[in-house]
């Protein structure tokens, strides 16, 4: 059989939609299951069973039964006995550039203020306590983004990533917080859990946040939360632009173009859809 491997897509971001958001400590069968795909990357794009049954620390009985329901679903193809990923993944990511509500409302939006400025535009979402950019607008062969489409971005930099968290119901945020206290990206927003939370409400207070250079060196970002209409946050739109273009605008502007923008795209959403969102659970 032909070996076909897929290295262009971010396997987390294409099962986003299989897992829950707020994952309990011991992982499910299917959780399980589904973690060998995110052992395949661009340095390693084809592995053997006995690879993968070390990496996740699988009995051999258990890895070779993932391996053949995962074949058998095309989301892995076997060349004598090495496996790689499977076109199935090709064709979720079709369906959910069809299908997903952010993504079909959010980037026709993303794309006129694009236009307009001159920026490379994003959408971002959450997903087991990580935001992934799910859509990028513009040509960004100037600005060579490191975290494009498919991208998991780190969770405590970068505007995006805190404008999703400043919206998080603080029961989560608290607990994804203690999960990373002691990470220096973290005691950066806030030395304890009570300067943290005053940090991430005045973020969610401003409407929108700015980031200087917390991803990529000379790059600049403006972000605003994309809501459902109750309020619930599915993700957030932003402007990413070179430092000495982003210096050509008035910052509180930018800022008030992308709330605007992420506003109106969150108006537009289907109150009673969760496709793609972020499903809290407080309890």
């Given amino acids: 059989m032909e070996l076909h491997i897929c290295t262009g897509t971010d396997i987390n971001g294409m099962f986003a939609f299989l897992q829950h958001a707020d994952q309990p400590t011991k992982m499910s069968s299917l959780t399980r299951m589904l973690s ?4 395949f990357s661009k340095e390693h794009t084809a592995l053997t069973a006995d690879e993968i049954a070390d990496e996740l620390d699988l009995a051999r009985t258990t890895c ?4 053949r329901e995962l074949m058998q679903t095309g989301l892995l193809v076997s060349n004598m006995g090495i496996y790689g ?4 993944i090709i064709q979720l990511d079709y369906q959910i550039r069809e299908t997903d509500p952010l993504l079909n409302i959010g980037r026709e939006i993303l794309a006129k203020i694009v236009a307009d400025t001159g920026g490379i535009g994003l ?3 959450i997903y087991n306590n990580q935001i992934i950019n799910i859509h990028q ?3 960004d062969r100037k600005l060579a983004l490191t975290y494009s489409r498919g991208k998991v971005v780190p969770t405590f930099r970068s505007a995006s990533s805190k404008v999703i968290l400043s919206h998080l119901k603080q029961a989560r945020l608290k607990r994804i917080w203690k999960l990373h206290q002691n990470e220096p990206d973290v005691i950066a927003i806030g030395a304890d859990w009570d300067s943290f ?7 969610k207070e401003n409407g929108y946040w700015v980031s200087h250079g917390e991803l990529d060196p000379d790059l600049d970002g403006v ?8 309020g619930t946050i599915i993700g957030s739109m932003a402007l990413v632009f070179s430092h000495k273009r982003f210096c050509l605008f008035n910052e509180n502007s930018l800022g008030q173009l992308i709330m605007e923008a992420a506003t109106r795209a969150g108006e537009m959403l289907p109150s009673n859809q969760k496709g793609g969102a972020l499903i809290e659970n407080d309890k």
């Fill in 36 to 39: 060998v795909l995110d052992l």
């Fill in 123 to 125: 959408l971002a979402t």
């Fill in 197 to 203: 939370k005053l940090s991430m409400q005045s973020i």
């Fill in 137 to 139: 607008e513009g040509d």
């Fill in 64 to 67: 070779y039964r993932y391996i």
């Fill in 223 to 230: 972000a605003a939360p994309v809501l459902y209409p109750d």
């Fill in 85 to 88: 990923l499977g076109p199935r």
